[in-house]
């Protein structure tokens, strides 16, 4: 039987700010030049998350796009928490990641409610943080690797005493541009505000999501053969390259 995924991506005509598609779009290309199928599922407002689904992906979006779905994410809550529960794997982007914590409250003072599924909450400042980030991660014991993006967030998220961050800023602000942590982890679920989109440049995160999926979906850990990845690695330095011409930290 040829090895299929399916990917639930949600809100894709809604939260999808800064070129979302493209995350979407590299582990479809990377799991294709494998043999591996790729089962593209969007989940609107109102729709079931398939049961099925071996990766779940939100994206990113401004605040007015984060309250017209934000309702419908905490209706979806006990599938998500099935999903992660059973072992699928996560990827949630900005707007998507600060509404999967407990609440997201604007510069306003009006507060979104969160899916509760990651331990964090998130408050938004007056200052937008924006610009190239590079984070150090350690997602397998022993695999120090680097993550380069763009962040633009006016959110500030806070991680739950003990909660895992997806990695340790080295430039750029991060959750909140004060404790030095970007993004969130519970097992095969990742929160990151790294866009750009995230993935093209960091082909290592792309393959780690579609090794958690195809684990989700076979039940073993499978080996992915090695790719090409000279334009990709160039991409990384690149955008590490701009990162660290920022300096320090935010
Ligand atoms: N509206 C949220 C904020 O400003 C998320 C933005 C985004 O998804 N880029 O923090």
Known sequence: MPVRIRVAHLYPETLNIYADRGNIAVLERR?????????????????????????????????REQALVAGDLVGKREMLADAVAGGAALLAVCGGYQLLGRFYRDRNGCEL??????????????????GDILLR???????????????????????????????????????N?????EGCRIG??????????????????????????????????????????????TAHRVAAGRARARGGRG
């Open 113 to 130: 409610p969160g899916v509760g599924l990651l331990p964090h909450f998130t408050v938004a400042g007056e200052r937008r943080m924006i």
């Open 177 to 181: 541009g004060e404790d030095g942590f």
């Open 188 to 233: 095969r679920a990742i929160g990151t505000y790294l866009h750009g989109p995230l993935l093209p440049r960091n082909p290592w995160l792309a393959d780690w999501l579609l090794r958690q999926a195809l684990a989700h979906a076979l039940g073993t850990s499978p080996v992915l053969t090695s790719l090409d990845d000279t334009i990709e690695d």
């Open 31 to 63: 799991a294709a030049w494998r043999g591996i199928g790729f089962d593209h599922v969007p989940v609107g407002i109102g729709d079931a998350i398939p049961q099925d689904a071996n990766l779940v992906y939100v994206g990113g979006g401004q605040d």
């Open 137 to 175: 991660c350690e997602l397998d014991p022993g695999e120090q690797r680097t993550l380069a993006g763009f962040e633009n967030h006016a959110g500030r998220t806070f991680l739950d005493e003990g909660a895992e961050p997806l990695g340790q800023v080295v430039h750029g602000f991060g959750n």
